[in-house]
């Protein structure tokens, strides 16, 4: 053992964190005085640097405004809009208000999304504007918050020097990529990583009362209504309550009836999505045949350099050996392997399986990194004749150089993105400011969002051709819907049940695929419609962009939207009256 960590029974002014007999004791760098000046002026540094990272990632993806090519992101960017507007209308009849915003700005699902960051998200808007750029740079708000959890458990339960590999957390490829999307895996990790480190606390204080088990609570509520899916983080928090203390010695009676209320109260939840949403319900349940897969258990293992880059993982692999031939990492390297473990398998059972759903396994990949470094510096100061620095001199350089080799690989860690729908949407508010628009395209939630974004009066409204012309229904089985059957019969359904004058369409690409959308397409070339206006998209599709025509013939006005939801059933189908404007 190098000369920088000394027993920690020769520090006997410090209270060490509790830790069971049989096991060995901690690294003495944790039980050192955290009030001497090196480890208060070395905290803040690295506080800097991490800041500095974070501003660096922040800048990365400028051109993004994180509504990517999915349809996922622009209905979690519109649910902060609805949840903002239910509040300031609020009524008992919830169904009634989300059908009727849904008829006009057809691009939410608060039913199979929990609220929380959606009201965070909400009161961003009211405090900086309706803006995707506010809810993407919310999203990296919370990234940073993540990074500052990981750096406190690096520096508590590791040592303080280990503190510095913080900044790699925001650089790995999973986290860089997905700070930059508004989707709810980041806010998710932030609300997981705090409730890991206060179950770690809570264990770790001697007599633990009632106070110190509630943050852990709230914090594990936070990630089940942040998202559902991130709720697995119950499996690693047991995993820590019975490897550090049998569930007896864990929890009393307290806090065995908050868990029970806390329980019942999510009850209304999985209601609300085993009712409204059985498709997401249905992508989390896993199937036997399914679970006998060897692809359905290598998913993760294989994608694991998405995740984090091959020289951390290495690092990592590493540490994860360095109990063979140093003990005192035995239990720090237990608590990341229950980590990993009790997180790849509720992950691996799950039907839905990406990359993004993984990101709570980054920490201890570099916690165990952090081990590695340690372990290496180490050796080379104690083992290498005639070295001038010593072991913490060396863990620092290392930490900083390999945050600069990290520097410029997250620049390419890109998610993908759409560009081009805020002119789109900018140019119907000239052209038809009070007049509902149809849509038909991929990116519907994109346009939806800059229409909402701009019609705080509720002057217009959206539909869609997935409502009005055909729908579909993806999981489990493709289940598809037509409603009409020729370019003619799009024109008069167009101008007796759509309402609209102006259509938005996009063209190339897979834009097509419907037998309904060629009709569509074929009709918009009739003397019936005039080509207005073309916009380029900036997409992963270079062919891509969109149109806008206006129909020349009279068109009917429309009071009661019909809603199809296939998703809810083939013949499901509501009649709704729009939400009124304000």
Known sequence: M???????????????????????????????????????????????????????????????????????????????????????????????????????????????????????????????????YVAKGLVLCFALVAAVYVWAWLRRWISEEAAWAAGLFLLLPGISRWSHAVMLNIPALAFSIAALYYTRRWLDTANASLRDFWPVLILMLFVILTYYTAGIVVFAVAGFVISHRSVGRAFGRKEVLLLVLTIVGLLPFAWL??????????????????????????????????????????????????????????????????????????????????????????????????????????????????????????????????????????????????????????????????????????????????MRAGDPEFRRRVVLGSKLLYTYYFHPRWLQREFVHSPEEVIEVLRQRGGCRWLVIEMGGKTASVPAQQHLRQAVKTPAFELVQSFPITARDASLRVDVYRLTLPVAEVDEVELPFASLGPDVQYQVHPIPPR
């Open 273 to 450: 999505i085993a009712r409204w949403a059985p498709m997401h319900l249905s992508w989390v349940v896993p199937k036997p045949a399914h679970l006998v897969k060897l692809s359905n258990w290598m998913f993760y293992p294989v994608q694991v350099l998405q995740l984090c880059n091959l020289h951390l993982v290495v690092l990592a692999a590493i540490g994860a050996a360095s109990p063979l031939w140093d003990r005192r990492w035995r239990h720090e390297v237990k608590n990341f392997i229950i980590w990993i473990v009790l997180l790849y398998l509720p992950l691996s059972l799950l039907e839905a399986k990406e990359l993004r759903y993984a990101l709570l396994l980054s920490v201890p990949l570099i916690g165990l990194g952090a081990i590695a470094v340690i372990q290496l510096s180490e050796w080379i100061a104690d083992y290498v004749p005639h070295f001038p620095l010593t072991s913490k001199s060396v863990t620092v350089a290392v930490f900083l150089t390999l945050v600069m080799v990290q520097i410029p690989l997250a620049a390419s860690y890109r998610v993908i993105s759409v560009s081009g729908f805020k002119e789109v949407a900018a140019y119907i508010e000239q052209v038809a400011p009070d007049e509902p628009v149809f849509y038909d395209g991929l990116h519907d939630g994109n346009f939806v969002f800059y």
């Open 2 to 132: 190098s000369k920088d960590h000394l027993p920690s029974s020769l520090n006997m002014s410090v209270r060490t964190p509790y830790v069971e007999p049989e096991r060995h004791p901690a690294p003495a760098s944790v039980t050192q005085n955290h009030n001497q000046p090196w480890f208060v002026k070395q905290g803040t540094w690295q506080l800097v640097s991490l800041f500095v990272v974070w501003l660096y990632l922040w800048c990365l993806q400028l051109d993004n405004d994180g509504l990517w090519y999915q349809g996922d992101s622009p209905r979690h960017a519109m649910n902060g809009f609805f949840w903002l507007d239910y509040l300031r209308d609020f009524t008992l009849d919830a169904k009634s208000y989300a059908l009727s915003y849904y008829a006009r700005f057809p691009a939410i699902d608060p039913a199979a999304r929990p609220p929380l960051f959606y009201l965070l998200e909400g009161t961003a808007f009211i405090l900086l504007g309706p803006s995707p």
